[in-house]
Structure formats: C-alpha cells, structure tokens
C-alpha cells in the first residue's frame, strides 16, 4: 500500500505539465496582445505626445517582462517539478537551463516582479497629474512591499545557503 501512494504521488507530477503547457498558451496571448499595441501605435505615432509614448513604450516593456518571466518558470518549473527536458545538442540551449533550482527560481520570479512594478509605478508617476495623490500612495506601497519581500526572500535564501 505504501509503495502504491509514493507511486501515486511521485507519477502525480505529471499534473503540471499542461498547466505548464498552458503557460506557453499565456505567451502566445501575451504575444499577440504585444503585436496588437503595436500595430495600434504605429498609424498615430506622430500625433502622440512624447509623454503619450513614453507610457505606451513602458507598456511594451511590461509585457516583454512578464513574457520573460512566463518562460523562466514555464521552463524551470518544468525542468525542477516534472521532468529534464531533452534538448538535442546541437541546438540552442538557454544559458540557464537546468542549473536554476526551486529556490533560485523564486528569486528571479521576486526579482522580476519588483522589475515590473517598477515599470509599473513609472508609468503612474508618468501619468500623476491624472491619478488621484492616495492611489499613488498606495501604488508606492505596493511597489515597496514587492522590494521588501525580494529582499527578505534574499536575505534569507542566503542566510539558509551560509549556513549548509
């Protein structure tokens, strides 16, 4: 019996693969949302403001940031969690493929995560004079709630790694 549910829930694993398949399903949708900004900007490029652009250019890298971070722990949680990925040599390998660990990955996530609040909070800052004083606030307070957690996560991923 105890053999039957380590095998159970060891093969159980296999659970995540199509919500990591869905993921990609995410990019493809981040994607063509990408695409569709873009196309919606380039006729009125010139009638917009620099300001103007400025946020819709901010947006962009809002959306290449998350689209790195959906392949980052689409591929890394895949690799740590379900199963190695079998990539032929002789083609392109990301850097970081199969060295990234449960841990590390939380990092980078954290990571990415304050990187996209940030362009975030820049946006509001760019668009302020139309943005109630309160809800900057609290958009502050968010961004330095998600700087915080990452630090603390790396504070104590280092201490936890000091002391082995």
């Given at each position: 019996?105890?053999?039957?549910?380590?095998?159970?829930?060891?093969?159980?694993?296999?659970?995540?693969?199509?919500?990591?398949?869905?993921?990609?399903?995410?990019?493809?949708?981040?994607?063509?949302?990408?695409?569709?900004?873009?196309?919606?900007?380039?006729?009125?490029?010139?009638?917009?403001?620099?300001?103007?652009?400025?946020?819709?250019?901010?947006?962009?890298?809002?959306?290449?940031?998350?689209?790195?971070?959906?392949?980052?722990?689409?591929?890394?949680?895949?690799?740590?969690?379900?199963?190695?990925?079998?990539i032929d040599?002789?083609?392109?390998?990301?850097?970081?493929?199969?060295?990234?660990?449960s841990g590390?990955?939380?990092?980078?996530?954290?990571?990415?995560?304050?990187?996209?609040?940030?362009?975030?909070?820049?946006?509001?800052?760019?668009?302020?004079?139309?943005?109630?004083?309160s809800k900057?606030?609290?958009?502050?307070?968010?961004?330095?709630?998600?700087?915080?957690?990452?630090?603390?996560?790396?504070?104590?991923?280092?201490?936890?790694?000091?002391?082995?």
């Amino acid at each position: 019996m105890e053999r039957f549910v380590e095998n159970s829930m060891y093969a159980a694993r296999w659970l995540l693969a199509p919500i990591y398949f869905g993921l990609s399903l995410a990019l493809l949708a981040l994607t063509l949302k990408f695409f569709q900004e873009i196309l919606h900007i380039l006729p009125h490029v010139f009638e917009k403001t620099e300001a103007d652009l400025i946020l819709v250019l901010l947006s962009l890298i809002d959306m290449s940031l998350v689209g790195g971070l959906l392949v980052m722990v689409m591929i890394s949680g895949y690799e740590n969690f379900v199963s190695q990925l079998d990539i032929d040599e002789d083609k392109e390998k990301l850097s970081w493929l199969g060295k990234m660990d449960s841990g590390s990955l939380k990092m980078k996530v954290a990571a990415s995560i304050v990187a996209i609040s940030s362009i975030h909070l820049l946006r509001i800052f760019m668009d302020a004079q139309n943005i109630d004083n309160s809800k900057i606030m609290w958009y502050v307070v968010l961004h330095m709630t998600f700087v915080i957690s990452a630090f603390a996560m790396g504070y104590l991923d280092k201490m936890t790694k000091h002391d082995h």
